[in-house]
């Protein structure tokens, strides 16, 4: 089926190592995002990519690189984990502004540092 | 810059009772609006969105938001609760031009009691 794939789907690390979360969607979009999701904080944007080769920040990116690969993935990556980044991420994409697009969500990655 | 309130972390409703749940936001440029709904361990799903035109939208399972520009709202409704609206609900907001990130509220937790 068509959509946004995130992997993997839980994750434990320690404080200190790196991981890089994967995210391809299969819906010929240009535009990508990054979020983390933390309880009754909603959903903050960490990086988000208008189109590939291009990535820009987000609310909060420190701690994080994000690679756009190609049109499909867009990955991001915790070079130091530290336990501040326990979340639930979330990777989501739109087509080309066709005026009010929707974004289109992955699973998320559930991320615990310990 | 653009920023969504939504009142109220968390809203009980009785079974058949009317769904309010209230979200207001701040935008320097005409907004688009949208609506999303997360069930446990997944991602987010779009409920409804208010982009140009009728400021009384319709979207799925029944429920509807209407645009009030006036008091700068999109509160989201429905007539008769079921318990398997039981969820989290997120506003979310963005400009109309350009694929920009969204900003969302900080999620509203509806619980449906029989």
């Known amino acids: 089926n068509a959509g946004v794939t995130q992997t993997p789907k839980f994750q434990v690390l320690k404080t200190g190592q790196s991981m890089t979360l994967q995210c391809a969607q299969d819906m010929n979009h240009n535009s990508m995002y990054w979020y983390r999701q933390d309880p009754g904080m909603g959903l903050r944007l960490i990086y988000y990519?208008?189109?590939?080769?291009?990535?820009d920040k987000g609310e909060v990116p420190n701690g994080y690189n994000v690679s756009r690969l190609n049109k499909r993935e867009f990955s991001l990556r915790l070079e130091s984990a530290a336990p501040s980044q326990t979340s639930v991420y979330f990777c989501?994409?739109?087509?080309?502004?066709?005026?009010?697009?929707?974004?289109?969500f992955g699973d998320g990655t559930r991320l615990s540092i310990l | 810059a653009q920023s969504v309130t939504q009142l109220g972390s968390h809203v009980s409703v009785s079974e058949g009772a009317l769904v309010l749940l209230r979200c207001n936001y701040s935008s320097s440029v005409p907004p688009y609006l949208f609506w999303y709904v997360q069930y446990p361990n997944q991602g987010l799903q779009l409920l409804l969105k208010y982009t140009t035109g009728a400021t009384l939208v319709k979207g799925i399972n029944g429920f509807e938001a209407e645009f009030k520009k006036s008091e700068t709202s999109f509160h989201l409704t429905k007539p008769s609760a079921h318990m398997s609206d039981a969820a989290e609900y997120f506003c979310a907001v963005s400009r109309t031009s350009g694929n920009t990130p969204l900003v969302f509220g900080k999620g509203t937790r509806l619980s449906v009691i029989a």
């Open positions: 990519s208008a189109s590939e080769g291009t990535t």
């Open positions: 989501a994409s739109i087509p080309r502004d066709t005026g009010a697009p929707p974004q289109h």
